[in-house]
C-alpha cells in the first residue's frame, strides 16, 4: 500500500510543478521505470565521474541511476523548479541538487569548476526551446564530457528534440517506448 500512495504522491507533485512552470515540463506522468532504464543504461559502469541529471522532477531517473549502480553521492542534479529541488534533496539527501537553469550549465555548475561527468542524462522539453538555445546547450554540455560519452535526451515527438548541426555529433535514439505516458524515445548525441 506505501508504493500505491507513494505513486499517488509523486503523480500530484508532478502535476503540481507542470502547472507551476508549463514550459519546463512536457510529460503529463513521471517517466516510467521501463524507460528509466533504458536512459540509464547509457550510464559506463566502470567510470569513477559522477552523472550529471538534468531535470530530475520527481526522481524516476534518478532511481534507475542509482539501480545502476551509481553512489547516490556521485549523482549532480539540476532543477529548476524549487518545489522539487527541494522534495528531491529530501529523497535523495547525499546527492548534489542545484536549483538552476540547465539550459545555462556554466552559471548552474560554476561552483564546481570544471568538473567532469560520465554522461549527462536530460528530461528538459528541448522542442520548447529556440535553436539557439538548443546549440548553447549542446556547446557547454559537450565541455562537461569525455568525447564519445552521450548526452541522453527524453523526448515525447517522433523527431531529434535538439536541432544538430556539427558533423563531428553522432546521432541515435532508441525505438519508441509505449510503456510510459506519453510514449517515449531516448536520443543520444556524442562528439567525436
Same mark, same amino acid.
Given at each position: 500500500?506505501?508504493?500505491?500512495?507513494?505513486?499517488?504522491?509523486k503523480?500530484?507533485?508532478?502535476?503540481?510543478g @507542470?502547472?507551476?512552470?508549463?514550459?519546463?515540463?512536457?510529460?503529463?506522468?513521471p517517466?516510467?521505470s521501463?524507460?528509466?532504464?533504458?536512459?540509464?543504461? !547509457?550510464?559506463?559502469? =566502470?567510470?569513477?565521474?559522477? @552523472?550529471?541529471?538534468?531535470?530530475?522532477?520527481?526522481?524516476?531517473i534518478t532511481?534507475?541511476?542509482?539501480?545502476?549502480?551509481?553512489? &547516490?553521492?556521485?549523482?549532480?542534479?539540476?532543477?529548476?523548479? &524549487?518545489? /522539487?529541488?527541494? &522534495?528531491? !534533496?529530501?529523497? +535523495?539527501?547525499?546527492?548534489?541538487?542545484?536549483?538552476?537553469?540547465?539550459?545555462?550549465?556554466?552559471?548552474?555548475?560554476? !561552483?564546481l569548476g570544471e568538473?567532469? /561527468?560520465?554522461?549527462i542524462?536530460?528530461?528538459i522539453p528541448?522542442?520548447n526551446?529556440?535553436?539557439a538555445d538548443q546549440?548553447? /546547450?549542446?556547446?557547454?554540455?559537450?565541455? *562537461?564530457?569525455?568525447?564519445g560519452?552521450?548526452i541522453?535526451?527524453?523526448? +515525447?515527438?517522433?523527431?531529434?528534440?535538439i536541432? @544538430?548541426n556539427?558533423?563531428?555529433? &553522432?546521432?541515435s535514439?532508441s525505438? *519508441?517506448?509505449?510503456? =510510459?505516458?506519453?510514449p517515449?524515445?531516448?536520443?543520444?548525441?556524442?562528439?567525436?
Amino acid at each position: 500500500m506505501q508504493n500505491s500512495s507513494s505513486g499517488i504522491l509523486k503523480q500530484l507533485h508532478f502535476i503540481g510543478g @507542470v502547472i507551476r512552470s508549463p514550459q519546463r515540463l512536457s510529460a503529463i506522468a513521471p517517466t516510467s521505470s521501463v524507460v528509466s532504464d533504458v536512459i540509464a543504461s !547509457h550510464i559506463s559502469s =566502470n567510470s569513477d565521474l559522477p @552523472v550529471l541529471e538534468l531535470g530530475p522532477g520527481t526522481g524516476p531517473i534518478t532511481d534507475a541511476i542509482l539501480r545502476r549502480g551509481v553512489a &547516490e553521492r556521485d549523482i549532480v542534479a539540476i532543477e529548476y523548479d &524549487e518545489t /522539487f529541488c527541494n &522534495e528531491w !534533496h529530501m529523497r +535523495y539527501p547525499d546527492a548534489t541538487i542545484v536549483q538552476g537553469d540547465a539550459l545555462n550549465l556554466d552559471e548552474a555548475l560554476a !561552483h564546481l569548476g570544471e568538473q567532469q /561527468f560520465d554522461c549527462i542524462i536530460s528530461a528538459i522539453p528541448m522542442l520548447n526551446f529556440s535553436q539557439a538555445d538548443q546549440e548553447v /546547450f549542446l556547446k557547454t554540455a559537450f565541455k *562537461r564530457i569525455a568525447r564519445g560519452r552521450p548526452i541522453v535526451q527524453i523526448t +515525447y515527438g517522433r523527431r531529434s528534440p535538439i536541432i @544538430v548541426n556539427d558533423s563531428d555529433v &553522432e546521432i541515435s535514439s532508441s525505438r *519508441r517506448i509505449l510503456r =510510459n505516458l506519453p510514449p517515449a524515445k531516448i536520443w543520444t548525441y556524442r562528439k567525436y
